[in-house]
């Protein structure tokens, strides 16, 4: 849980930029930047906004993630009609293997309990589980798929993202006041935080990369 305020990544932008008191790029237009810079972080890395939710389950097979997510990552489990009661693992079969085996599978015998899923990675909100939930009374799974964070209402509350990724923040920041047309326009200092946001990004990438290797 995050506890870097938007406050915290203004200042901390704001010091760089040498305009502490904030005549040069005011604080309304950093805190928008706040909000764009925690939506392209997780364009650019959207395991940085991994949900891990229960939800509810609709009739038949073809099931969408959330309002306002990015993509369907895996059902981790289902979690009974009132979810939070642990239930069977899922098993992950590719779509065209379930359509081999039974071409009729979408209108299979329903039940609550999530046997098999699987999706299309051209079509990342949408999921199909097996066999069909039913008309009434369906089930509910626990679900992880890459989200949005919710802007900040205000610069007092925290950010959406892991506090590691406040200085990628700070970064984004000060590319996009530096991008700004006007007296204190700077392509090149835009261009350089653009490359530091980025390579931060890319750098926690590889860190998780080679933890993982580590661990073999």
Known sequence: MSTITGTAIINAAAFTLQDATNTQWDRAELFGYVNDGQRDICLAKPDACTVNASVALIAGT???????ANAFVKIARNMGTNGTTPGRVPREIPLAVLDMQNPNWHTATASAIVMEYGYDERDPKTYYVSPPQPASGMGQV??????????????????????????????????????????????????????????????????????????K
């Open 142 to 215: 626990e679900l992880v798929y890459f989200g949005v964070p919710a802007d900040l209402s205000a610069e007092a509350n925290t950010i959406g993202l892991d506090d590691i990724y406040k200085t990628a923040l700070v970064n984004y920041l000060i590319y996009r006041a530096y991008l700004k047309e006007g007296e204190f326009n700077n392509p090149a200092g835009a261009t350089a935080h653009r490359a530091e946001f980025l390579a931060l990004l890319g750098a926690k990438d590889k860190a998780e990369e080679d933890d993982g290797k580590a661990g």
């Open 62 to 68: 073809k099931q969408a993630i959330p309002a306002g």
